[in-house]
Each structure stands twice: as structure tokens, then as C-alpha cells.
């Protein structure tokens, strides 16, 4: 678990490994130049121009607290059902973003089905449109659900996995809720489906390695799809943007 190693260190630990690897002087751009590149096709890198862009009003919004220079733009492989390869992308904290990056390589290798891993922006940052397509995503400055506090997401250490599949459900004023809609026949988790992530699962299993939690261990609300940082570490955060 790197998580409090990368919070110390943060982005100063980030860039000195990029110096690290630093190729010869060539015609790149800054931000390929910040690329943390461990292996063809997993990087990390602080968020390119074009990225923050497409970001703004969707993701990132105007009140949002979070400083571009504290999240990270990922760059991953994974396998779909089908065993293609396919590149995703996502933006998440800086304490977090070598340990997804870990963790997206190490379920790419076993060829672990990941449906898509699109950034929340390609879908207006409309959680409900993103997880019906069944999309991966990590960061999006919003609310829980029904609630006034901003998400796990919002802080971007927490990740939701082939939504569509791994529904959540929670009660809300008496009423039970599923997100999305259309996950509703995956919620009876006896069933056998593809995607469908269960206790002592590789997903399950490395993300807790790396110090995340799983909603579908929840009591009353049931998040399936969901891995986020405890509270302990969130709430450091919390402080650190005063949110
Ligand atoms: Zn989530």
C-alpha cells in the first residue's frame, strides 16, 4: 500500500521518477515529458491541456476545489469480454494514481474483463449515462447520490468497475433505488453473469491490497461497482481543500 507514501511524497515523488526515466531531449510536449512510463500503454501523467479542456463544466466545475496540478491523467490497457485490447483513460487524485495504474496492469495481464474506460466527460459527467453504458471511471466532481456531500469521486479516489454489471442500491426516503435503472437484473448476485465482481475476486483482491474499500461490503447501501479510499484518508483530504 503506497497511499500514505504518496501522500507525503506526492507530486515532487511523481516527477522525480519521471526524471528518473526522462528519455533523451526530443520533440515532446511538457506533459508527455511528466509521463511516469513503467510499460507501453500504462502512464501517468498531470493533466494535459486538451484533457482539462474537455473536463471543464463536465467533471471539473467551476466550484470545484481540487487543484488541476493535484489530479493525474491515467493511461491504461484492458481486456474486453471478447480478450481484445482496448486503451482507456482516467483522471484521478495524485495519491492514488500509482496504485491504479498497478492495479489496471495487473488485471490487463490476467485478462480481466473491463468493458470500457472512457472519462466521465465523453458522457457530459452524467453518472447515470456512464454506468448504463457500463463505462470505468474515476473522477467526477459531484454529490453522492441523494445526498448534499461531495462524493468520494468528487475527491477522485474512488473507482467504479463495469457499472452496468455491479449495480448499487441504497434506500432512499422509503423507497429502494438502483443506478443505473437497467442494472436492476444484476442485483440478484446468486446468478452467474460476466463482470459481475465478487468478494475475493482478483479486482476485489487488489484493490483492497492497495488500501481501498468495497461498497458491496456496505450494509445499507450496496455499491457493487465501487472501491474508494476509507475515510481516514479522504477526510485528510477534505481538510486539505476545505470541502
Ligand atoms: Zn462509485
Same mark, same amino acid.
Given at each position: 500500500? *503506497?497511499?500514505?507514501?504518496?501522500?507525503?511524497?506526492?507530486?515532487?515523488?511523481?516527477? +522525480? !521518477? +519521471?526524471?528518473?526515466?526522462?528519455?533523451?531531449?526530443?520533440?515532446?510536449?511538457?506533459?508527455?515529458?511528466?509521463?511516469?512510463?513503467? #510499460? +507501453?500503454?500504462?502512464? %501517468?501523467?498531470?493533466?494535459?491541456?486538451?484533457?482539462? #479542456?474537455?473536463?471543464?463544466? *463536465?467533471?471539473?466545475?467551476?466550484?470545484?476545489? %481540487?487543484?488541476?496540478?493535484?489530479?493525474?491523467?491515467? /493511461?491504461?490497457?484492458? *481486456? =474486453?469480454?471478447?480478450?481484445?485490447?482496448?486503451?482507456?483513460?482516467?483522471?484521478?487524485?495524485?495519491?492514488?494514481?500509482?496504485?491504479?495504474?498497478?492495479?489496471?496492469?495487473?488485471?490487463?495481464? +490476467?485478462?480481466?474483463? %473491463?468493458?470500457? %474506460? *472512457?472519462?466521465?466527460?465523453?458522457?457530459?459527467?452524467?453518472?447515470?449515462?456512464?454506468?448504463?453504458?457500463?463505462?470505468?471511471?474515476?473522477?467526477?466532481? /459531484?454529490?453522492?447520490?441523494?445526498?448534499?456531500?461531495?462524493?468520494?469521486?468528487?475527491?477522485?479516489? !474512488?473507482?467504479?468497475? =463495469?457499472?452496468?454489471?455491479?449495480?448499487?442500491?441504497?434506500?432512499?426516503?422509503? #423507497?429502494?433505488?438502483?443506478?443505473?435503472? !437497467?442494472?436492476?437484473?444484476?442485483?440478484?448476485?446468486?446468478?452467474?453473469?460476466?463482470?459481475?465482481?465478487? &468478494?475475493?475476486?482478483?479486482?476485489? =483482491?487488489?484493490?483492497?491490497?492497495?488500501?481501498?474499500?468495497?461498497?458491496?461490503?456496505?450494509?445499507?447501501?450496496?455499491?457493487?461497482?465501487?472501491?474508494?479510499?476509507?475515510? &481516514?484518508?479522504?477526510?485528510?483530504?477534505?481538510? /486539505?481543500? #476545505?470541502?
Amino acid at each position: 500500500m *503506497k497511499m500514505t507514501a504518496m501522500l507525503a511524497g506526492g507530486l515532487g515523488a511523481v516527477l +522525480a !521518477a +519521471a526524471v528518473a526515466v526522462s528519455p533523451a531531449p526530443c520533440a515532446i510536449s511538457a506533459a508527455e515529458e511528466a509521463e511516469v512510463t513503467e #510499460e +507501453a500503454g500504462f502512464t %501517468i501523467s498531470e493533466i494535459p491541456d486538451e484533457i482539462f #479542456e474537455k473536463m471543464q463544466g *463536465k467533471s471539473y466545475r467551476e466550484d470545484c476545489p %481540487i487543484p488541476r496540478e493535484d489530479l493525474r491523467y491515467l /493511461r491504461v490497457l484492458h *481486456k =474486453n469480454l471478447e480478450g481484445e485490447t482496448l486503451e482507456g483513460e482516467l483522471v484521478c487524485h495524485e495519491t492514488v494514481a500509482e496504485d491504479l495504474v498497478d492495479i489496471f496492469r495487473e488485471l490487463y495481464e +490476467a485478462g480481466y474483463p %473491463i468493458g470500457k %474506460i *472512457k472519462l466521465a466527460d465523453e458522457y457530459d459527467a452524467v453518472d447515470e449515462a456512464m454506468m448504463t453504458d457500463n463505462n470505468t471511471s474515476c473522477f467526477n466532481f /459531484r454529490f453522492i447520490s441523494h445526498t448534499t456531500k461531495i462524493s468520494k469521486h468528487g475527491l477522485g479516489v !474512488a473507482v467504479d468497475i =463495469n457499472t452496468l454489471y455491479n449495480p448499487c442500491t441504497k434506500t432512499v426516503d422509503g #423507497e429502494r433505488v438502483i443506478e443505473p435503472p !437497467a442494472g436492476e437484473p444484476y442485483l440478484d448476485r446468486g446468478q452467474d453473469f460476466p463482470y459481475k465482481i465478487v &468478494e475475493g475476486d482478483l479486482c476485489y =483482491n487488489l484493490f483492497l491490497e492497495h488500501g481501498f474499500i468495497w461498497g458491496g461490503n456496505w450494509i445499507n447501501v450496496k455499491d457493487y461497482q465501487h472501491f474508494e479510499l476509507p475515510d &481516514e484518508v479522504s477526510d485528510e483530504l477534505r481538510a /486539505r481543500y #476545505e470541502m
